[in-house]
T-cell receptor
Framework: DAGITQSPRHKVTETGTPVTLRCHQT?????MYWYRQDPGHGLRLIHY???????DKGEVSDGYSVSRSKTEDFLLTLESATSSQTSVYFC???????????FGPGTRLTVL | QKEVEQNSGPLSVPEGAIASLNCTYS??????FFWYRQYSGKSPELIMF????GDKEDGRFTAQLNKASQYVSLLIRDSQPSDSATYLC????????FGSGTRLSIRP
């Protein structure tokens, strides 16, 4: 594995509650990404970061926010979870001068 | 909306045969192309990337790129049961766009 962990690995929550997912890397890479994966949709980019405090939106960013206060940590927050955000969430990192991405183990989130 | 299209499968191939996975992309600005393998319940892992037209070989895997036709393929020679997985194609212009994946099943 590329030194990426995600926490929690599984979470069940209720509609309307805030949820924060954590991605932690030990590789010191600049680029980090959050994706969601749903049947029939593949991986869709939510947000990404190109450095501490530098983030940008992906294709499905509505309802999500991110923060990166340290190189090693990239947090994804659902301010008020909805059932449509039930999904598997993957974090990924990208080495310098490379387009390759390496994925964390994923977090399965269920919003009831 | 930039897209990457894959046949969802399942694609069933006998053990020892060649598995051929195909992908088309819509963004002509795409420069890099990737194939990821994803076992059920696991995270995607990169198996091949290709930037130039033509073929790129790595062991039993060959990636093929035809930019004029906006077509990428992955060939798996001597297919093994351990190759049974979902294969995700991705293209990159300014951002990476993933296809929804093709499920491959290798039958003994």
């Amino acid at each position: 594995d590329a030194g990426i962990t995600q926490s929690p690995r599984h979470k069940v929550t209720e509609t309307g509650t805030p949820v924060t997912l954590r991605c932690h890397q030990t590789e010191n890479h600049r680029y980090m990404y959050w994706y969601r994966q749903d049947p029939g949709h593949g991986l869709r980019l939510i947000h990404y970061s190109y450095g501490v405090k530098d983030t940008d939106k992906g294709e499905v960013s509505d309802g999500y926010s991110v923060s990166r206060s340290k190189t090693e940590d990239f947090l994804l927050t659902l301010e008020s979870a909805t059932s449509s955000q039930t999904s598997v969430y993957f974090c990924a990192i990208s080495p310098p001068d490379s387009n390759e991405q390496f994925f964390g183990p994923g977090t399965r989130l269920t919003v009831l | 909306q930039k897209e990457v299209e894959q046949n969802s499968g399942p694609l069933s191939v006998p053990e020892g045969a060649i598995a051929s996975l195909n992908c088309t992309y819509s963004d002509r600005g795409s420069q890099s192309f990737f194939w990821y393998r994803q076992y059920s319940g696991k995270s995607p892992e990169l198996i091949m990337f290709i930037y130039s037209n033509g073929d790129k070989e790595d062991g039993r895997f060959t990636a093929q790129l035809n930019k004029a036709s906006q077509y990428v393929s992955l060939l798996i020679r001597d297919s093994q049961p351990s190759d049974s997985a979902t294969y995700l194609c991705a293209s990159e212009a300014s951002k990476i766009i993933f296809g929804s994946g093709t499920r491959l099943s290798i039958r003994p």
